[in-house]
């Protein structure tokens, strides 16, 4: 969680480097960019400045789909779900994403390391099925891009935790493979 | 208002004469160049780790010579892209590059003029007589590029490139005309609203000039929230310069003062383009002051959050004013009463792209574009089942045959064609029957799909009808606003018939149920969400009944897409024995060797029919089917540690 001092400081200086003249939804989705979700805080302290109720803000934050109520995973999955991605069987691929993060959609992973959503349509649809991966679209994906994908992750991060040469190699494998 | 016609043209000279020179640079007889696509499409193909290749090699090879982003040639199934430009050479044209094609390009082509790596060509730009011409290709023959003029071929993020192709050529015409003229040149061109609806824009932008009230304002609508479209994306990745033309000229036409881009939060890239050409725009006194004429109009781009129904005008405003983006009732119009109570304008960003075109080549040479009775031309993004997919811009009044089979290369792997859906979410879905129809909005409409926003996705004989609906419905249903009580609870109550009949569990009644429920929700609705929503099943009930009946009376999917009506089967007579693929592939360790035979058999009570096992199965094989009805599934083998003595089989 972050601390309630420094959201409603992000909230006073967006404000006042010209915040103030934009709209709600523009500061809620300045108040996402920066927390990577909307913290109860922060939605009240912006009731308060737009005059109006908490109830107010939080409906027009829900109203909306992209905004986020709880902390986000540190790797996030979009999956697309339009029309292209749909009738390329995108559901298995979400399906997939499930049942190897052992989550459901609109879920983070219980160590915080994933997050699942859906997106309406990211526009990318001559690659369907697409996923946006961290801000990266791939595209074409299919079940076995997905282990792929997931046994490189895996590989970085025990890299990353000191795992020493063996998971690099194990790691080049896995990039080989794909 | 008087304005200083004089300065402003000489502005705009000197701001073209400066781009000009830039160009010659890049673009001289001597000098080498190479184009990286880079709009999304092209990213997510891989155009960075492209680009890298050919930095590095120019680099090892010495290589004089410069490497620049551009946007989108429309050609999305040939991506990663790239443009050569080579002294002795026409500017050539390469498909599915990666890094190390990349790399033996640059080596073997701009290094030393030896090998121009021909089975990566996809043609030449211009007329020679060593390579094939693009022109030849049906993709680029065919078409006509008139709103993507620009695009792919210059730096999006570089606004001199924009002008020296003949950007802003049409805003110092639009200058030099005046309002009136304006209005009554685009009221020739018979331009109309490409957001959809088709409403002439000369009309909206002359009851909002007429609107004494002041000051007025202009939004362009760049919400594409039609999931399977991305034509105003790509225009916005490819050409910005070209909507910022479109805007100021709608501006000068309807006296707006101020300007704002309402652009979905799901294109990142669009958004940072849009920004940067803002901002170059405002540094050369396009915007601001532009061109020193004392006429002024500034732009703020704001970004969405993800809600369809803000694609519609009236929620559109009430997003910008920072609530729920719920629609609301018209009358009165926008440009009557519109954003914060002002007269406002929202136009697409397809028919302000288009503004600054006819502004500078004259109304005659807009409609002479298009066939019969459409003007212009219609831009379509297809996806889906098409063999070349990507977007295509033709005249309107084409055919969708045209646009399809002859432009697109027709189907996927030589599949059956079963429909192309129009129009997203609002549109339907059409069969091969109606093929021939010319596509411009009175014609679709009649045909019972819907121009929308251009969204075209090709459906084969892969794919259910039924699921299809069901899908529509299904985005429908999420995303009423739930302000009209028919749009709310109505898309509800279909969404749960479709559901059932997917399941297998419909009743013939639905149909007729399903078709009462369109009727109510379209009428009882505010918006063209809801009066649209039923769209969809509507034409799918049309032309394809026979298909729902299917389901409902044989519980079959004749596709094989909807899960509980399909079982995936694998051909004892097919397999491989041998082979592991399918077992190696299942997630949930359903496919086993049966003891007896040594064939692989999957376990039904396991089997989350992923589709892993059939893709995973090898070609020449090709073993694993889908069966449906499920009664049609022939008794396998259980699985041994399940295996007793009065289940054995009886093979």
Redesign the interface.
Known sequence: MEDSAAIEAFIDEYLESGGRE?????A??AVQEKFGYLPPVGMEKLAGE?KLSPANVY??AT?????RFKPPGRHNIHVC????C????AS?IL??FE??LEIKVGEVTPDGEYGLER??????????P?AVID?????KM???KIDGLMLRHQMERERENGAGKEAATARDDGEARE | MKLDLQRARKRFEALVEQARQRWQQLDGEQAISVWVGSATCGLAAGAREVEQALREAMEQHQVPGQVMRTGCLGHCYAEPMVLVRRPGFPSLVYHHLNPALAQALVKNFLASGEDPLLEYLLGAAEPNDMFPRLEDLPRFGQETRWLLGRAGRHDPDDIFQALALGAYQGLLRALEAGPQAIIDTIEQAGLRGLGGAGFPTARKWRLCRDNPRQPHLLVCNADEGDPGAYMDRTLLESDPHAVLEGMIIAALATGAEHGYVYVRAEYPLAVERLQRAVQQARQQELLGDVLGSGFSFDVEIVRGAGAFVCGEETAMMESLEGRRGMPRVRPPYPVEWGLHGLPTVIDNVKTLANTGRIMDRGAEEFRKLGIGEGNGTALFALAGKVANAGLVEVPMGSTLRQVIFDICGGIQEGRQFKAVQIGGPSGGCLPESLLDTPVDFDKLRQAGAMMGSGGMVVLDEQNCMVETARFFLEFTQAESCGKCTFCRIGTRHMLDILERIVRGEGVLEDLDRLERLAVDIQQGSLCNLGRTAPNPVLSALRYFREEFIEHIEQKKCRAGVCNELTAYYILPEKCARGCDACVGSCPVEAIFTSPKRRIKVIDQSLCTKCDSCRQACPEEYDAVVKISPLSELPKSEPPPERKTADQEPSS
């Open positions: 934009r709209n709600l939804v523009c809620l989705l737009f409906g027009v109203f909306y789909n992209q905004f779900m339009g029309t292209a749909h009738i390329k069987q298995k399906d997939h049942r190897r997106v309406a349509c990211v526009g990318c649809c001559t690659l369907a697409v801000g990266e679209v791939v595209g299919s079940t076995s």
